[in-house]
């Protein structure tokens, strides 16, 4: 009847398994975006740009929905302008549903703030206590299940 507990040995693992897999998924996100104040962007930087009222109509019009920002790739940076490589929409690659790509050009003018994609340590510190909090409670509630006594499947007898 030991099969039984180490079937259970075996569920603790594949789950603090599962745990740590979902904790470096959401370590993966841990980004924020930083004002880029009195430099450029540089080609392959993730930024997002908050674009002037003229051109949100403008992009709003092209797109059929509200935007006030683009973030994507910078591709390129000419002296007046600045090339981004955006996705629209959810991208699931490889099907008929993926994603559209565009490569937009933005003037210096219709730019209000361009913000660079960085990766930050107090959001990663604070996800990643979160993540061990919650490994540390589940592995508390399941080893601290019931008497083996109690165990239906434990055949030594109880004095």
Same mark, same amino acid.
């Given at each position: 009847?030991?099969?039984? *507990?180490?079937?259970?040995?075996?569920?603790?693992?594949?789950?603090?398994?599962?745990?740590?897999?979902?904790?470096?998924?959401?370590?993966?996100?841990? /980004?924020? /975006?930083?004002?880029?104040?009195?430099?450029?962007?540089?080609?392959? @930087?993730?930024?997002?740009?908050?674009?002037?009222?003229?051109?949100?109509?403008?992009?709003?019009?092209?797109?059929?929905?509200?935007?006030?920002?683009?973030?994507?790739? !910078?591709?390129?940076?000419?002296?007046?302008?600045?090339?981004?490589?955006?996705?629209?929409?959810?991208? /699931?690659?490889?099907?008929?549903?993926?994603?559209?790509?565009?490569?937009?050009?933005?003037? *210096?003018?219709?730019?209000?703030?361009?913000?660079?994609?960085?990766?930050? *340590? *107090?959001?990663?510190?604070?996800?990643?206590?979160?993540?061990?909090?919650? !490994? !540390?409670?589940?592995?508390?509630?399941?080893?601290?299940?019931?008497?083996?006594?109690?165990?239906?499947?434990?055949? @030594?007898? !109880?004095?």
């Amino acid at each position: 009847m030991h099969a039984q *507990r180490d079937g259970r040995g075996v569920g603790r693992l594949l789950g603090l398994g599962v745990a740590a897999a979902l904790g470096l998924f959401i370590l993966a996100a841990c /980004y924020s /975006y930083a004002p880029m104040v009195g430099e450029d962007p540089a080609p392959s @930087d993730e930024v997002r740009v908050r674009l002037s009222q003229a051109e949100a109509v403008r992009m709003s019009e092209r797109t059929g929905r509200t935007i006030r920002s683009v973030e994507g790739s !910078v591709l390129r940076v000419p002296a007046d302008s600045l090339v981004l490589d955006v996705g629209w929409g959810a991208v /699931y690659a490889g099907t008929v549903f993926e994603g559209r790509r565009d490569t937009l050009s933005f003037h *210096r003018r219709d730019l209000l703030e361009v913000d660079r994609k960085e990766f930050s *340590r *107090r959001r990663t510190a604070l996800v990643g206590a979160g993540v061990v909090a919650l !490994v !540390v409670a589940a592995w508390a509630g399941i080893s601290g299940g019931g008497d083996i006594a109690d165990d239906p499947g434990n055949d @030594d007898p !109880v004095f």
